[in-house]
C-alpha cells in the first residue's frame, strides 16, 4: 500500500509561558525489520502521557519523542521478517511512542488483531490497559479461580478493563472511586462492590464485604498511605501490585504484618521492558482475552474521541479526571 512522505503529528512546545501541544508535520516513519506500519483510526490517552508532556518520563532509548504509547488502524506497510499480519488488517498495537501522529510504527510482537464486534477506533484504547492489567494480576499476581480483586480507580482506563475483565472470568471485584456517579458505573461494569473513597474507607468496606478476611489481589495506581491501607485490606497470602504513586512513591512500611500474613508486594512498569518481553502478554491477551470481546463479555468503555489537534484539552480532561473510561485522540 502506498503512504505519504509526511504526515502530521503532536509536537511538545515548551516556553517560559507553558508546555503546548501542535501539530506539526514530520517525516513518515519507515517499519524496520519486525516493523509494521499503521496509518491511525484512534490513539490512546494514557496517564503517562500527561508526565512525558510535563516533560517527567521521558520515552526509552529509540523511541520517537511523539507521544502516544497505544494506537489503532490499518496496516500500510510491513518490514521484514513479520509473520501473521498483512497489509490491509484492522490492528491495534502497544508503542514505546509516536502514537498522536497519522501514522505510527508498531513492533508486530505488541500488535493483535482489532476485536471484529469493536469499533476499529475503540480498538485504539485496549492495548496499554490491558496489557498492564494482564501482566500485572496474572503474570505476577497469579490471581487464581475463586480469588478475589481489588483496583484502585475503577473509572480510569486501567479500573475499567480491570473490572470487567474479573468479573468476565467469575471474580468478585472490588473497587475505588471518588464520586457516586463513577462508583455506579463501576457496578454497571461487573464491580461486587463500588466503593467512593471520599465518603468511605475502602479498608473496613473490603473487611466487611468478605467477613473480615480480607482480598486476594490488589492493583493500586495511589500509593502514599494505600501502601499501608492496602496492605491491612489483603487477606493472608494476598498480593498487592503497585503500577502508579499519585499520592507518593516514598512511604513507610511495617513488614511485620508483611510477614505474619504471607503478604507479597510488587510493582511493574510496562513502557521500558523490551518487545520480547511484551510479546508472551500480548499472546496471552490473543488467547485469554481478546475471545471475551468476541462475545461481548468485554467492552471497550470510550469516554470522549477528540481530533487530534484537541491533545492539549484531552489532558486537561485526563488531568480534572472527569472521564469514564478511555479518551482517543482521532487523526
Ligand atoms: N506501571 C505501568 O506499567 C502502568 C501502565 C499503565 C498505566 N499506569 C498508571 O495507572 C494509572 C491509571 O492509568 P490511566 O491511564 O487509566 O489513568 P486515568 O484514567 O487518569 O486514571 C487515574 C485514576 O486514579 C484515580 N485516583 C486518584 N486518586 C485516587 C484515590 N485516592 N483513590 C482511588 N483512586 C484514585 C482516579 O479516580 P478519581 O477521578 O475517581 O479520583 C482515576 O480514575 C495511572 O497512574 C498510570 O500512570 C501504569
Known sequence: MSFPKTMAAIA???????TKMQLREILVPHPGPGQILVKLAAAGV?????LQVQ?????PAGAPDTPGLECSGTIVAMGQAVTGFREGDR???LLAGGGYAEYAVASALCTLPAPSPVSVEDAGGLPEVYFTVWSNVFDSARLRPGESFLVHGGSSGIGTAA????HARGHRVFTTAGSDEKCAACAGLGATRAINYKTEDFVEAVKQETNGRGVDVILDMVGGDYVMRNLNALARGGRLMNIAYQ????????FRIVQARLLTLGATGLRGRPDAEKAPIRD???REVWPLFETARLKPVTWRSLPLAQADFAHQMMRESRHIGKILLIP
Open 91 to 93: 490492528v491495534c498495537a
Open 46 to 50: 494514557n496517564r503517562a502521557d500527561l
Open 247 to 254: 499520592k507518593g512513591p516514598k512511604v513507610e512500611v511495617d
Open 284 to 286: 496471552q491477551l490473543a
Open 163 to 166: 473490572i470487567q475483565l474479573m
Open 55 to 59: 516533560g517527567h518520563h521521558p520515552p
Open 12 to 18: 511538545v512546545e515548551r516556553s517560559a509561558a507553558g
